[in-house]
């Protein structure tokens, strides 16, 4: 999985942009990102390692991890955080809040909420609990360059190659469409790739 661009998990439906909505959460960004990673770290117990923790935003990062303190705000506020919960892969989304923070913020509340759940002597209702939460293992994670069937890039610009990625992305298209015999997942899977490769080159989503 990757921490930067934004990986969202396979399946998960995205909030659509007018039923984002700002928050009520008292909380700043470094606060918030360090409840989400306490809750973490709370619910997996001695088997916690921070490594095995992956934040994926569209945040910049930099070469220690951390994300940029003064970069601007991405057009995306999603955040996935995927780890281990015994000895399975896990992973929490939420897109519904305006910032990124404040989807941090979330996910801490709902692991909080579920821990509340095994504390309270229901550990089977727990487990239920978390199946709607468990990542897809060995699932191949596809760059958008091959999804886009872009081959080799060279002596291009960031924006010239966007601009090929966008051109590939309009061809494949008119095949993957569900009116020309396509599919609605062959369709998320181009537009995912192409949404990828836009903020990677810089394009706007």
């Not at 951390?66 to 780890?83: H, I, L, N, S």
């Not at 892969?89 to 809040?97: G, L």
């Not at 989807?103 to 509340?116: H, M, P, V, Y």
């Not at 960031?158 to 051109?167: G, I, Y």
Request: with cysteine.
């Amino acid at each position: 999985m990757e921490a930067y661009p934004l990986h969202w998990p396979e399946g998960w439906k995205r909030t659509p942009g007018h039923l984002v909505e700002h928050s009520k959460f008292k909380v700043t960004p470094d606060r918030a990102r360090r409840n989400m990673l306490e809750e973490i770290r709370r619910l997996v117990g001695w088997r916690y390692r921070r490594d095995d923790v992956i934040i994926s935003t569209n945040l910049r990062l930099r070469k220690d991890g951390e994300p940029y303190a003064t970069q601007r705000p991405p057009k995306d506020q999603g955040v996935a955080v995927y780890f281990k919960y015994k000895d399975k892969p896990m992973v929490f989304a939420c897109d519904q809040w305006s910032y990124i923070h404040d989807n941090f913020q979330a996910i801490a509340k709902t692991i909080e909420a579920l821990r509340g759940i095994e504390r309270w002597g229901a550990s089977d209702m727990m487990e239920r609990a978390f199946t709607g939460f468990v990542a897809l293992e060995h699932q191949p994670v596809e760059s958008w360059s091959d999804v886009l069937q872009m081959g080799n890039r060279i002596n291009k610009t960031d924006r010239e190659w966007l601009a090929e990625a966008e051109r590939h992305f309009r061809l494949l298209c008119k095949d993957a469409h569900p009116d020309k015999g396509g599919s609605d997942q062959e369709m998320a899977r181009l537009i995912r790739a192409r949404d990828q490769a836009r903020v990677e080159l810089g394009g706007s989503k």
